[in-house]
């Protein structure tokens, strides 16, 4: 049981240590005296070591308690050492190992921080019989542990062993001096040399612990002889593998010592090496360039990864390639956006005549960013057009007002993934992707990048672009676009971007939903004759050298052009057949001959060749079984005629003209409607028996697809087998049920516009298409009369010369039953009665 106190005079009071105080101190020769075998002591606990018999350490007491229990211990002249088994501040005796060992105190050195320094030696093992004492230190009773004493061939074999091992141990271990091995050498007790060996070694506690406890010399030279083959196995493994960097870090620090020579006779003879030159050189860029600190940080690494490359070494170049890209590519240089709002619209209306929503839509956010600034966020537009309606140049106008530079890059055709992320390094050949060469090309941070045909985009077993583009267009991605060569964030937030394409239909949906579509529709007649006079005519006059000598073109010739000539949404074949006239006036000029100073319509032929077009491409008188209908596709809307005939036969329909499924759908169901009211539109029904139906759409090397022909199919079959021919003049779209409904159609601006340009005067479209007349020009409303349907019965009057009168067939009388013979017999019977 653990006393509370124990007073120093209790301990000297101790008979047995009395008498072994009293023997120390008239011992003769300077020979210890034997130690009691039980014995009360102060302990001092140790960390991380054990202290072995005959072994002299210094040590260095910290702790309260074990300042106290050295106090005590001065006066008694030893003190007990325990190892402690977990490292704790205020070790309790469950803290402390059971063996330990006695040792005498010597010199003593109190330090100024308060601690003491004090050299011990060990006498003998000792074992924990019981703790006297917790405060103010630590007082056990100890019992003394008899070391055998133990000899013969077999003892002296483990010493030879043991000696053999620490040889080998001291050889590969610098830590060791060679003293020791010497020391060892002269020991001739097996205990002893046993226990100078363990504490020279550095060994785990556990171990140093487990050698202690062992008392017999024997064993414990056996366990050492373990514990040093284990050491050694360490050791010589640690050794090769300091040869192998060793050897590889003399090779690297020859080269170094030879390639500084090398620049120091250079530099000597004036010579200065050619990749010393360009480290140099790209320092210095590197020093002038304004980046982010990671950014600075990877080319401060390549630059010195370069420096200490063998001068005839492969891979110099492919890590010159990948700073100068480093360098060139913007990281912070930007152009200050020009937010003057009425600017932006002089600058877009001198530029472009119309398109008055995509002006309004820049315009709006050019006022976004004047008042919120950097914060406000650049939008991604997608401009859908037909072709030659100024998307591209629109945008390169948009730059220009917004004070930004202009890059474009084409995605037509584009199916590699790495075309926009770029090629790792360890590609030969490796570059960064499209989008980062476009922008190094753009020099800002902050361009207009124009991406010109996106919906041109394929893909195959090398990826989807269109996928890869996904992070570079959505606004929570691209602040930290990661291209593969580059390996680095890149900051792609501050780009306006701006997409073109023909048809939305072809843009994977995903893609779509992160850009915001304004569409371009086709012009009309006025105003391609406006953007003739005040753009492209002026343009070609210029860029053909007739500045000095200029000529005009009549109004009449532009239109004749626009009709017979470049029949199209856009105004691109309109603007090359006016440098086609302008080239044949600048080579008269130049030949000195008398060249048209006014063009007129007339002229034309002779100039441009025979007309490509028949203006209106409407017949001249009303046709029998044709009828008028209108189709669009990516480059605008056109006018087709529905042609219809029937001929001797079976019934069977005939579909030429490259229909598609959906076409021929409808043609099935415009003939299941005209046989449903065959009777209204006075057809004899033997006629649908008796006769085949040719449907034919010309132009079959054009594929055509869709539902919105329904009606006008259906009004060329109800012609065809009525003989009542249909107005020349008037248009239609629509789909047509089995029921006579006429249901609502998409492209109704283009189609209209197609209308309007093929001399149309009335169109006939469903009345559910009511809400998107606000899309079509109001000069094209104007122009046409526009008839509003629900039903195909709307549409017949409309659309045919003359209603077709119906016809009723007579009712055949009703058959009589035959009546069985028992029906006759019954009734004989009943008249009978």
């Known amino acids: 049981m653990l006393q509370i106190e124990h007073p120093m005079s209790a301990l000297l009071d101790n008979p047995a240590l009395q008498h072994w105080l009293m023997s120390a101190s008239t011992a003769e020769n300077g020979e210890a005296k034997a130690l009691p075998e039980v014995f009360e002591a102060p302990v001092i606990p140790l960390r991380d070591r054990v202290l072995y018999p005959r072994m002299v350490t210094p040590l260095t007491v910290l702790r309260d308690r074990s300042l106290r229990a050295l106090e005590a211990a001065r006066a008694l002249g030893v003190a007990v ?160 593998i300091q040869e192998r960097a060793q050897s590889e870090v003399d090779k690297s620090q020859r080269e170094y010592y030879l390639r500084e020579q090398l620049r120091s006779i250079q530099t000597e003879l004036g010579q200065l090496d050619a990749t010393m030159g360009e480290v140099n050189a790209l320092r210095e860029r590197l020093e002038q360039k304004a980046m982010p600190p990671h950014v600075r940080e990877r080319a401060e690494r390549e630059i010195n990864r370069l420096e200490q490359l063998p001068s005839m070494s492969p891979e110099i170049s492919i890590a010159r390639d990948y700073i100068e890209w480093l360098l060139e590519l913007p990281w912070a240089e930007r152009t200050e956006d020009r937010l003057d709002v009425e600017h932006a619209r002089r600058i877009l209306d001198q530029r472009h005549y119309g398109l008055d929503k995509v002006k ?47 890059v474009h890059m084409s995605l037509g055709g584009v199916r590699d993934e790495a075309e926009i992320r770029g090629h790792r390094r360890t590609y030969v050949g490796a570059l960064p992707g499209r989008i980062l060469q476009t922008m190094r090309r753009a020099g800002t941070i902050n361009p207009l990048f124009v991406l010109d045909e996106i919906d041109k985009l394929g893909f195959d077993f090398r990826g989807d672009p269109a996928a890869a583009l996904l992070e570079v267009l959505d606004p929570e991605q691209n602040a930290e676009f990661e291209d593969h060569y580059l390996d680095l964030a890149y900051d792609l937030s501050k780009v306006m971007w701006v997409a073109t394409a023909n048809s939305i239909y072809d843009i994977p949906p995903a893609l779509l939903d992160r850009m915001e579509v304004i569409e371009f529709s086709g012009y009309i007649e006025e105003e391609k004759v406006n953007i003739a006079r005040q753009f492209l005519i002026p343009r070609q006059i210029a860029d053909n050298g007739l500045a000095q000598t200029p000529i005009q073109i009549a109004d009449s010739a532009i239109k004749r052009i626009i009709r017979e000539y470049a029949y199209e949404a856009g105004v691109r074949n309109l603007d090359r057949y006016i440098a086609k006239l302008c080239r044949k006036a600048a080579r008269r000029v130049a030949e000195g001959k008398p060249y048209p100073k006014r063009i007129t319509a007339a002229q034309l032929p002779s100039l441009l060749g025979p007309p490509q077009f028949t203006y209106g491409k409407l017949d001249a008188e009303d046709q029998v079984g044709v009828a008028n209908g209108v189709v669009w596709d990516e480059g605008g809307g056109d006018l087709v005629q529905v042609e219809v005939t029937t001929m001797d036969g079976e019934g069977e329909l005939i579909l030429t003209g490259q229909l598609g499924d959906v076409m021929q759908e409808s043609a099935k169901a415009a003939l299941s409607y005209a046989r449903s009211r065959a009777n209204q539109f006075g057809i004899a029904r033997k006629t649908f028996e008796k006769s085949d139906v040719h449907i034919h759409v010309p132009e079959g090397a054009i594929a055509k697809d869709g539902p919105s022909a329904g009606i006008t199919i259906a009004t060329a079959l109800i012609s065809a087998l009525t003989q009542i021919p249909v107005r020349r003049e008037v248009a239609m779209t629509g789909e047509l049920t089995l029921r006579g409904r006429v249901l609502p159609i998409g492209g109704l601006k283009e189609k209209m516009m197609a209308a309007h340009r093929a001399g149309v005067r009335v169109f006939i479209l469903p009345k559910k298409n009511d809400k998107d007349l606000q899309e079509v020009p109001r000069r094209v409303r104007g122009d046409m009369q526009l008839v509003l349907v629900e039903t195909m019965d709307q549409v017949l009057p409309v659309a045919l010369t003359r209603m077709p009168e119906p016809i009723t067939e007579p009712k055949s009388p009703p058959k009589r039953k035959k009546r069985s013979g028992a029906t006759r017999k019954r009734r004989t019977q009943r008249a009978r009665a």
Not at 196 to 204: D, G
Not at 372 to 401: N, Q
């Open 81 to 240: 050492l325990v190892a402690q088994k977990r490292d704790v501040e205020l070790p309790l005796p469950s803290d402390l190992y059971e063996v330990g060992v006695v040792a005498e105190l010597g010199r003593v050195l109190m330090m100024p921080d308060g601690s003491a320094s004090v050299i011990a030696q060990g006498r003998a093992r000792v074992r924990v019989l019981e703790w006297m004492q917790a405060t103010p230190f630590l007082v056990a009773r100890v019992q003394v542990l008899a070391e055998p004493q133990v000899q013969g061939t077999s003892v002296e074999a483990l010493m030879r062993a043991v000696l053999a091992l620490f040889e080998n141990v001291v050889n590969l271990d610098e830590r060791i001096p060679e003293e020791s091995l010497v020391y060892a050498l002269n020991i001739h007790e097996p205990g002893w040399l046993a226990d100078f060996i363990a504490h020279t070694l550095t060994l785990q506690l556990p171990v140093q612990q487990s050698l202690l406890e062992l008392t017999d010399p024997q064993q414990r030279l056996q366990k050492l002889t373990s514990v040093l083959a284990n050491e050694l196995d360490v050791l010589e493994l640690e050794d090769r």
């Open 360 to 406: 309004e839509r820049i315009l709006e956010h050019i006022a976004v960013c004047k008042l919120k600034g950097d914060v406000a966020r650049s939008p991604v537009l997608c401009f859908v057009g037909p072709p030659g309606t100024g998307k591209t140049s629109l945008a390169r106008s948009i730059a220009e007002a917004l004070g930004r530079r202009f």
